[in-house]
């Protein structure tokens, strides 16, 4: 069974500030997802990866795979980027569901 | 449109009672998941369909049951409803098994009482 490790589970950072959130795992996968969870508890998915870097506005999220690792990059931060970020990995066989990490729980201040 | 849809969003009962969760996207995906998240927020996979067939049971009680009636529906019915499950039951969907961003419904917030 894959452990998925965030860091750090809280972060309070001023607007403008670049942000890093960390994603360890302990078993080869398949993909790895980045999603966002607002306030309000919808659920909306930003990356998969299965390889090198992704770029979406101002978030970059990238993995490396031998280091079983993945980092979300938020540039340029602002209040409305507040909101809880969770790692999920899918498993190498089948039609796996996602395991996911605890979250990021990131609160930008003006 | 919305892309996956849940109902209802809230969800009040009392326990013991028997309850269903329905859940249809319209994104022409082969594959639905139920996820539960927990009063600590951490969410966990529940069942997943591919094609109207149960492909992965984690250790879910087996008062839950999930039933697909076509490959745009999953819905989720719970007997005997407990306290333990109150939480927040995510539907999602994606394009094939085993792959493809995973798309979630808005979520229904179960309270047992």
């Known amino acids: 069974k894959n452990e998925v490790e965030q860091s750090p589970q809280n972060l309070t950072a001023q607007e403008g500030e670049f942000i890093t959130i960390n994603c360890s795992y302990s078993?080869?996968?398949?993909?790895l997802h980045w999603l966002q969870q607002h306030p309000g508890g919808g659920i909306v998915s930003l990356f998969m990866?299965?390889?090198g870097k992704k770029k979406h506005g101002r978030l970059i999220a990238t993995i490396n795979i031998q280091e079983k690792h993945s980092s979300l990059h938020i540039t340029a931060s602002h209040p409305r980027d507040s909101a809880v970020y969770i790692c999920?990995?899918?498993?190498?066989?089948?039609?796996?569901?996602?395991?996911f990490g605890k979250g990021t729980h990131l609160i930008i201040q003006p | 449109d919305t892309a996956v849809s849940q109902t209802p969003k809230y969800l009040v009962t009392q326990m013991g009672n028997d309850k269903s969760i329905k859940c249809e996207q319209n994104?022409?995906?082969?594959?639905m998941y139920w996820y539960k998240q927990d009063s600590k927020k951490f969410l966990k996979i529940m069942f997943s369909?591919?094609?109207?067939?149960?492909?992965i049971n984690e250790t879910v009680p087996n008062r839950f049951s999930p039933k697909s009636p076509d490959k745009a529906h999953l819905n989720l019915h719970i007997n005997s409803l407990e306290l333990g499950d109150s939480a927040v039951y995510f539907c999602?969907?994606?394009?094939?098994?085993?792959?493809?961003?995973?798309?979630f419904g808005p979520g229904t917030r179960l309270t047992v009482t």
């Open positions: 999920a990995v899918r498993g190498g066989t089948g039609a796996d569901g996602l395991t």
């Open positions: 994104l022409g995906h082969d594959t």
């Open positions: 078993v080869g996968i398949s993909a």
């Open positions: 990866l299965s390889s």
């Open positions: 369909y591919n094609n109207k067939e149960l492909i």
């Open positions: 999602a969907s994606s394009p094939i098994a085993g792959g493809g961003e995973q798309y």
